[in-house]
């Protein structure tokens, strides 16, 4: 049984014979009903399936910095889905991840000049930006910072970071990391935050 969500000319969500009616971030769909499989898995599926797979395990433990990162990346995909879609595309060569092509955020606020990392002492990111005026950005804008080791999955984050105007922040992730190889990334929020920068790369770093 279905329902209309509009009156009889509108929408409608459930099965109504062979059509299936849902909708998806506000838009309405309609599908037929699917088929039980009866041949086997081709070569070309089955690589595809590895390669989500693959990609799926090592983006899910940044589920809370990727929903941020791609809010409205379009009308209709954003969040961790539009994450997955953009670096399934452009992070993986052969099925694997490739950690320096991946983006964590993506969007239209100018990053500022010299974003860099260092790793200190005692386990700690020095990260480090120009403070001078960036035209169609505000001062207060916040640093977002993931360090990550994608083999346990270990991801170490901070959203809503340092503002733009201090150029500089320190980022404790303790002896998580110790004798691990870890990817880091930095983007940043805007102060309203209506948006948010594309993510840079910024090294492979040893604990």
């Known amino acids: 049984m279905a329902k209309y969500l509009q009156g009889i000319i509108g929408a409608f969500s459930g099965k109504i014979g062979p059509v299936i009616g849902s909708s998806r971030n506000g838009v309405p769909y309609m599908k037929g009903r699917g088929t039980p499989r009866s041949g086997p898995v081709g070569e070309k599926e089955a690589e595809n399936r590895n390669k989500f797979a693959i990609g799926h395990a090592w983006l899910k433990p940044l589920l809370e910095v990727l929903r941020v990162g791609f809010a409205g990346y379009s009308r209709?995909?954003?969040g961790y889905n539009a994450a997955k879609s953009y670096n399934?595309?452009?992070?993986?060569e052969n099925g694997q991840v490739i950690p320096a092509m991946v983006?964590?955020?993506s969007?239209?606020?100018p990053l500022p000049e010299q974003l860099t990392a260092t790793l200190e002492d005692n386990f700690t990111f020095r990260f480090n930006w120009s403070s001078a005026y960036t035209e169609l950005a505000d001062r207060k804008d916040q640093l977002m910072v993931l360090v990550?080791?994608?083999?346990s999955r270990t991801a170490i984050y901070e959203i809503h970071g340092a503002f733009r105007e201090s150029g500089t922040q320190l980022f404790d992730v303790s002896s998580?990391?110790?004798g691990k190889a870890v990817h880091v990334y930095a983007a940043f929020i805007a102060a309203d935050r209506s948006r948010q920068s594309?993510?840079?790369y910024l090294g492979e770093f040893m604990g």
Not at 88 to 92: E, L, T
Not at 148 to 151: A, K, M, R, V
């Open 103 to 105: 983006k964590i955020s």
């Open 107 to 109: 969007g239209n606020l």
């Open 88 to 92: 399934f595309k452009h992070a993986m």
């Open 76 to 78: 209709t995909t954003y």
């Open 176 to 178: 998580e990391i110790k």
């Open 198 to 200: 594309d993510s840079v």
């Open 148 to 151: 990550y080791h994608p083999e």
